[in-house]
Every structure is written in structure tokens, then in C-alpha cells.
């Protein structure tokens, strides 16, 4: 049996995400067996990565059932500047940090967490430049490739993705 | 006379600066006599705006003697998550902060405030993005055009920026 | 008071505006007290300047109230080249000039003053790049940041945009 | 023996060339045995079309022996108005003019000849959008898809070319 | 009369055709006095180029009466390995070869005779890159800048269009 | 221990590759313990996806130890057409293949095995899109989403990179 199977594992998605920060996690928990889905503000739309990948969401968020996954993944890039003006979004990322449940951000993901105000005494990383917005949001950040704070995973930028991938699948299994 | 004519008033750029948010304040500063010097991590080169405007540097942020000037405006777009990033940068906030000269902010303008740890008790405004790290870096936030707090100008975003010339110029002279 | 308060300003739009040639006096109108409005072939639709910047029409060419305004503006980059071919746009300025009421132009924005028929024995500036056309539909041609001869208001570049603003300011209220 | 074996034709550039409107009569003239050559402000530069093909130059415009040529040929697009800047393209255009040899212009290649004083009394096309310039430069303008008037052939616009592409062939030849 | 009057001649697109390769064997025909037509998947649809040359189709290619043509050209770029999907293309293209009409191909355009299994016992040639894709369909690949080999025209590239389009004209008549 | 490592994988890139094809194999093999490098025709260089992903190589072909690889990556894209030109790719999967160690394709890959002249009596899958020229090869084509011959994995588009991702992993350790 594969490793996640009979998980399910929601990324989230707008314009301007940092391409490979999305596309690796997304496909590394389809092969791992779990069920991944992709939600948007809009479904069936086509989005397009900062360097211009395009990828196609398969629902919006106001038609998800978050109660239903086992882990929620934000990606960097712009995309977290948009994704942290939906009140859905940081219900759905509330919703998971309360329930334990996992949430993975890489890079500049972290914003989507401040605003959702789930940063309090958590210990993260991200790109460096959100960096003092994350710790004032209360959370204690370190620069290390992929940090593991219990149901909290971060990392920092596409050459970590590899660690970010181990780190997901270890900590949704 | 010129309204700002001995006034010597500093723009900080990188790629990806939302396009009017740059060029309206910098030819506006001129249009009222005051000198406008532009510096980036390099001089003499051209930084590309978020919709593809080309503005050349005058000036490397190494070069500015920032005590010669009585403004500096920080434009918004995407610029300011890599202007945040530099000391130089961030000094040079601080040192106008401290001495109570102009400062000018716009839209994503203010992540470059709050690396610089200026905001606590001030109150700003800017785009609603951005909100939650302004409020936590200690600011008061205000939803409107432009808000001037002492030698502190905030404004939202380009529809705005005719409020916010006519404060930079009220605020400078 | 503002010094155009009570005043109305039409800039005129078409793909490929020179971004900085149509936003700055735009806004620069706006900021000044102006009711300051864009028309193009199709209301509420977005235009985007040569190097990428969108800005939305108002109003049709067909809607606006000609008589109503004070002064028409005319960018440049290669809009000009498409603005010229609309006679409601001949019709307009031709109307301003008659009137004389105050009518802006810079860059290649002088390819509409040609096709409208009334630069004869008028002094003006522009990109050295139509000096002839401008020459041959009888103006005389100056190579100054900005030019007024009487109502008409005509500059050269972008870097000129400060004096043109200027220049605008003073003749309209 | 190919109608044009023995023949020179220049073709000069800069960047925005309209696509077809250089590519087209270039390699005509190269089928029908003519030496063509490109030339532009740089040699071996290449320089981007306005849809994007990239054409390479062979030869600077001072490098060129005018003498040596048959016919040259301006295309359209905004080339011209970077073109008609350039004391050495004028120079070569009234050499040609003078010396009756085959000059070639379509869509807004006229600007060119505009700048380089040679429309006088002559009867030419273009795109309409520069109809005045070349009324104005003293041209009789007629709306057909390419119009000889002895040496001087022009044309309207890319649906044009096959009509111009036979007729630069019957006057070169 | 010109030399193709009367004849008909097809060229099939798709995106990212290569630009000048679709252009000038389309216009020559023309000028030759061809009647021209260009089809693709959908009619009246705009077809951009490799390079960005927007063109548009004139039919569909089920609306092609291929009875009807004496000659059908295939671009090329990345255009045929789209072309070579659709069993419309595949047919057309048989039909031609059985009838020993004209079939033009030029640069990666072999890849739809291999799909349409055309090339047994025929002399090519192409760019190198496809070389072993059609020496693997049974054809006998030559290194030149066009290939004549009964109704079969093939050529390399962009600078063998002349070549190209004198052998097309040659054979099609 | 993890699976790959001590094992050690090359992926070779040129421009236009299909970005998340290269991006989501080379990362997963870094996941599972390898070492993985990519090679292309210049070392310390960017290349650029087909939606624009930028990816800089490791070293140039000419300085790769094939003889210390377990495993060769080829992705798919355009870039398939650009590596079947080189000696040096077609001779390091020539080696690959005789040796019996892991050659993974996906998508248009198989261009570059076609040339290297590896595919007589292997089962493959691919691309529909180049499906005939894999059988011209010697191939048998099957439509899966992954398919493992021996030592060959091949392997479709995209959406099927989760199973390609589980097949390598399992036939490299």
C-alpha cells in the first residue's frame, strides 16, 4: 500500500504562484497515493504560475469540504498576497491549525498564515523576506531548508522542495 | 517659486515597482522643483516596473548621502518585498523616520517600513493585502486614499495617487 | 480651492499610449481639483500602454459631451496613429482648437493635430521623430521640454512630463 | 536566366519592422536572383520584429555602397519612425529618388520618404492611418493595393504584398 | 497570365507555425496567381506563430474539398506536431501523394508525411533535427536546400524559402 | 537509509523543455537520496521552460562521467528536438542503454532515443503526438500512463508524472 493512500490533500491556488513550489508538493502527494486536489476562487480555471506554468483548478474554495482533508498546502510566489484576502482561505487554514491537521507553506506562503493569525508561538521558516512579518505575527523563525513545529510544516524556497516533499509525506502518513 | 524648489527628494527602486506608483510621485516632486534623484542597488541601470514600464537609476543606495535629503518615497507593486531586504534600504528609512523628514508609502510600500521597525504607534494605511503586517509591526490602520501622520504619508493604491501627490507636496514644502 | 476645481479634462485612449504620456497628465488633472475623464473607441474597456500598463476607458467617443470640457489631452507612444483614423477624435479636436480651449498634446501625439487639419501657422513641439509632419501641416516646429501657443500645450519625452503638467496646470485654470 | 540575376536591392531595418513586410519582398528579391542585402543602424545585429520574428542585419547603413544598388526597399510597421531619424537612410532614399533607381515602400514606410523631402508631385499609397503626412509632404494618395509612379512603388499593407512583391519585380528588372 | 492562374493551392495551420515559413510560400502563390487558401482546425480563427505572426484561417478542414486543389503546403516550426494529430491533415495529405499533386513541405513539416505514412521510397529533405524520424519512415534524406522528387517539394529552412518558393512555383504550374 | 541513496541521476536540459517534465523528476530523485546534476550544452547556464520556468545547469555535456551515472532523465518539450542534434547526449544514452542502467523519457523525449537508434524491439509510451516516429524506430507504443521495459521507463505528459515519479524511484534503487 502506498504511503498516503486514503489521505486527501488540498492545495490551494491563484494567479502568480511560484511554479515548481506548486507543482512538486501537488504531484508528490498523488504519488504517494493520496487523493490531491487543487481549489481556487474559481473552479475549472486555468491559473498561471509566476514564470507563466499554467494550472487548472478542480473546484473553488467556497464548494470545499475542508473537514474532509488531512492536509492543506499553500504555495509562494504572489499568489499568498491574493489568497490572503479570502475569508475562505483563512477559515479553511484556521479550521486545519486547530484540528492538528497538516498545513505545509513554503517561501512567501507565510502571509496567507498571518492573516489567518495562526502564528502565534509556532516556530517557522519562509523566504527571508517575510521573515519579520512572520515574527511579528508571534512565531519564532529559523533559516533552515524545512522545519517540522507538530502539525506545521514551512520551508523556504524550490531548492528545498525535496526536504519539503520528505517532511510532507512523514508528517500526513 | 516653486512650491518644493531647494527640496531634494529621493526615490528607492527595484524591478517589478508597481509602474505609476514610481513614475506619478517622481515627476510630480519635479513638476513642483524640488531635485528627485532615483537610487537602486546599482546605478545607472534600468529596473523594469510590474507592467513592463523600463525607469533608469541614478544612483546606487550606496551613494546616497541621505542626509541631504528632505523626502523618500517608497513605491508599492512587487519592489518592495526585494527593497526590504537591503540594510541600506532599511537605514535609510530609519534615518528619515528618526529625523522626522517625509516619508512616502504606497500600496506594498510598507513591508519596506516595517523591516525597518518604524511603524509601532503610527498610524498608515495601504493596500488591504498587506494590513494584517502593518497592524502587527504595531501601526494603526486606516482605510483611506492617503493618512498623514506627522512626517509619515500612506496612501492605498494608483487610483489614489492624485491625494496622495497633493499630500507629498503639502507635507515637503 | 484647488486650481481646477470645477474644471473638466478629456484624455483621450487607444492600445499602445505611451504609459507615463497618459497616466501622469491623467492623474496630475485629478490632483489639481479637475474632473478628469478617459475616452476610447469603446467605454469600460482596458487599453494597455506600449509597455504594458492597462488603463480603462470611461466613456466612448460617441458618449462625450464635448462642449462640456475645458480641455482635451492627446498621449502619445502609437496610439496617436490609431486615434487619428476616428473622425469623432478629428471632430473633438477640431472642436477644442475652434473653441480655443486648451488641447494638450505630446510625443507622436501630434499625428492627430495633422489628420484634425489645424496646426497651420501654430508653433509647436514634439518627438523629433514627426518634426516633418508636423512641419508640412504648416506649424512651426520648436525643440523645448514644452510649448504654449495660446491654447495649445505641446512637449517632447516623458522626462519632459513635470514642465508639461505644469504648463497644463497653468492654462486650463 | 532569373529576372533579377545581376541586380542589388537593399533592404534597411530597425527594430518594429512589420514581419511579412520585410521578410516578403526580401526573400522575393532573392528568388528572383537579385543579391539582396539587409542593412540597419548596426551590422550582424539582430533586430525584432513587431509580432517578434528576429532578422539579422548584414551591414551597418554607413557600410553601404548606395551606388552599388538597384532599388531599396523600406518596410512598414513603426521601423519608419526610427528610421527616418537617420541622416544616412535619407541620404540613400534621395540618392535613389534622384538617380530614378526602384525605391520600395509599404504600409508606414512613407514616413521615411516624407523625412527625406521626395514626395513632391509624386503619387503614391500607404496605410490610410499616414495618408495626411504624405498629402501633406506633397503626394497624391490613392487607395489601391500598390501604385507605381515610375521609380517609386508603394503599397498598403500585408494582404498587399503578392501585388507588391509582382510589381518591385517588373520595375527592377 | 500569370503563371499559376487557375490553380488552387492549400496551406494547413496550427499554432506555432514557423512564421516565415507559413508567410511566404502562402503570399508567393498568390502573387503568382494562385488562389490561396489556408485552413485549420476552425475557420476564421487567428493562428499565432512561433515567433508571434498572427494569421488568420480562411476554412476548416473538414470544409476542404481537397479534390479541388492542385497543390497543399505544410509549414513548419511546431505546427506539425500538432498537424500530424488530426486524421483530416493525415487524409489530405495522402490523397495529394496518391494523386501526385503538389506537396510542400519545409523544415519539421515531415513529421505529418511520416504520420501520414508517405514517405516510402521518396527523396527529402528537412531540418537535420528530423533527419532520422524520416529516414525511419523510408525515405532517403538529402542535405540541401530544396528537393525535388516528382510531386514531393521539400525544403530546409527559413533562408531556403527562395529556393523554396522558385522549385513550388515550378512544379505547381 | 533512504531508497536512492548513494545513487546518482543525470537529467539533461536545453531551452523549452516542458518545465514541470524536468522540474518534478530531478527534485523527486534529490527527495529520494540521490545526487542529482544536470547537464547541458553549457555548464552554469539558465535555460528557459516552455512556460518560461528558469533552470541553470550543472555542468556541460562534454564534462559529464556517464560511466558514474545509475540513471539518465530525459524530459520532454521542445527541448527533445534541440538534444537529438548532440553526439555527446546521443552517445551518453547509447551507453545508458547498453549498459543496461535506467533511462527514463517522457512526453517528446523519446525524439532523442529515436536518434540515438535504442528503441528496436523495447516497448514504449510516449506523446501520441510522436507515436509513429517511436514505431518507425522499432518500438512497440502502448498507451499508458507509465511504461517499464527492463531498464527503459517511458512515460506521457504531465498529469502521469506522479506514476513516472514512483516508477523511477523504484527502478533506480
Known sequence: ????EGKKVLTIIEDDFEDSELIYPHYRMQEAGADALIAGPVA?????GKNGVPVKSDAAFHEVEIKEFDAILVPGGWAPDKLRRYDAVLE???????EQRVVGQICHAGW???????LNERTVTSTP??????????????DEPVTTDGN?????RPPDLPAYGRALVEAIR
Chains 1, 2, 3, 4, 5, 6 share one sequence.
Open 44 to 48: 475549472d480555471k486555468v491559473y498561471t
Open 152 to 156: 506545521l510544516i514551512s520551508s523556504r
Open 92 to 98: 479553511m487554514v484556521k479550521f486545519m491549525m486547530n
Open 1 to 4: 500500500m502506498m504511503e498516503l
Open 112 to 118: 496567507v498564515l498571518v492573516s489567518a493569525d495562526v
Open 129 to 142: 523576506g517575510i521573515k519579520h512579518d512572520m515574527i511579528n505575527a508571534g512565531a519564532t523563525w529559523v
